[in-house]
Each structure stands twice: as structure tokens, then as C-alpha cells.
């Protein structure tokens, strides 16, 4: 959906995270790349690049407690690169499922 980036950037156990609002929904995209694509305050459109799924291993925040067996720190609390997503709707947590016109 259209709306707007409130946050693009290292958030615990989510590690890289991009989140964007819509009125009362929020969707939120998790062990994204670092290198973040947009910015908070950015307003983007349906279907336009937001992230790219990250490393496993990324070193560039100071405050990130998650690290793998090798002393490597995380993506976030997670064991290799995926993206984690998720709706919450009047900030509850929604099946993403039911937000998919296209695949019903």
C-alpha cells in the first residue's frame, strides 16, 4: 500500500527494520539490508522498491545485542537472511493473508 516511512533503521530483535503507515495500518519489514532504501518522512507508493532482504551478519550499530555463535553480530534475532513481515491494523497484529487481493 502507499503511505509513509516511520522508521528505517536497527530495531532489536528485528534488526534492520522498514516501517510504513497508512492511516490505522502499518505494515513492517524485518532483516532488511542496512543499506536502506528510504528514508523516514519518504512517502512511497504500492509497489515500489523499499529494501532488499539484508546479510545475517551486519556490523554497523553499536547498540545491537544479537549476535550468532561466532561472536558475528545479527541481523536482528535471526539465524540466516529472510524478511520477516507484518501488518498490524489500529496497532494489532493482523494475518497479512487477509490483506491480499491477489492471491485469494
Known sequence: MDGT?????????????????????????????????VSPGQYVKK???IAQVGPKNVYVFANNKYHDSNGNPTNGATTGP????????NNVYKNPLDYF???R
Open 5 to 37: 516511512v516511520v522508521t528505517a533503521n536497527f530495531s532489536g530483535s528485528g534488526g534492520c527494520t522498514v516501517t510504513i503507515i497508512n492511516n490505522n495500518i502499518s505494515t513492517s519489514y524485518c532483516h532488511v539490508s542496512p543499506n536502506f532504501i
Open 47 to 49: 509497489g515500489q522498491l
Open 82 to 89: 529472510h524478511l520477516h513481515f507484518s501488518i498490524k491494523e
Open 101 to 103: 487481493d491477489s492471491i
